[in-house]
C-alpha cells in the first residue's frame, strides 16, 4: 500500500500526467468540431445535390428506364 501511495505522489508530481490530460481534451475538441463541420458540410451538399437535381428537366422525347 505504501508503494502505491508513492508512485501516485510521484505521478502527481511529474507532469506527464496533466499534459497527457490537456492533450486529450483538446483532441477531443479537435474530433467535436471536426465532426460537426463535416455534419454541416454534408448537409448543405445533400441540399445543393437535391436542389440541383429536381431543377434539372429531362430533354423532350427522352425516354426513363
Known amino acids: 500500500m505504501r508503494s502505491l ?16 490530460v490537456e492533450y486529450a481534451v483538446m483532441l477531443a ?3 467535436v468540431v471536426c465532426i460537426a463541420a463535416i455534419t454541416t458540410l454534408g448537409s448543405n451538399a445533400n441540399s ?3 436542389f440541383v437535381g429536381s431543377s434539372i428537366k429531362p430533354p423532350a422525347g427522352a425516354t426513363g428506364s
Open 5 to 20: 501511495t508513492k508512485n501516485l505522489v510521484n505521478f502527481l508530481k511529474r507532469e506527464d500526467g496533466p499534459t497527457a
Open 29 to 31: 475538441l479537435i474530433v
Open 48 to 50: 445543393t445535390f437535391s
